[in-house]
């Protein structure tokens, strides 16, 4: 999960006007505050808690727990896909020339 959201989710929280979620860019206020929202969402992802090292984001603990049963069902339903080789037929191709 938290390669998903590092990668997927991360970047449009952090930085809005990347992918036109907002035209203007945020304040500095509100950058921020994005800021901490993905540092909070990061540790939900990868099921960590805030420590000692940033004191001040430990209220946020409550939060992580109440939601990391959610977070990593809502993870592993987006990465739950058919197969793909079943889906495109590729043993079939492989099966008629013989395994190549």
Do not use: W
């Not at 206020?29 to 990061?42: D, I, S």
């Not at 960590?48 to 993870?75: D, L, R, V």
């Not at 896909?81 to 190549?100: A, K, T, W, Y």
């Amino acid at each position: 999960g938290g390669f998903i959201y590092l990668r997927y989710f991360n970047p449009v929280i952090v930085n809005p006007t990347t992918l036109f979620v907002s035209h203007a860019p945020p304040t500095k206020t509100t950058r921020r505050n994005l800021v901490l929202v993905a540092k909070v969402l990061q540790n939900l992802s990868n099921g960590k808690m805030f420590g000692q090292k940033e004191s001040f984001m430990i209220k946020c603990n409550a939060f992580i727990t109440k939601s990391m049963q959610p977070m990593q069902s809502y993870f592993r339903e987006i990465v739950n896909v058919d197969d793909l080789d079943h889906v495109f037929g590729g043993d079939r191709e492989l099966d008629s020339c013989g395994g190549c």
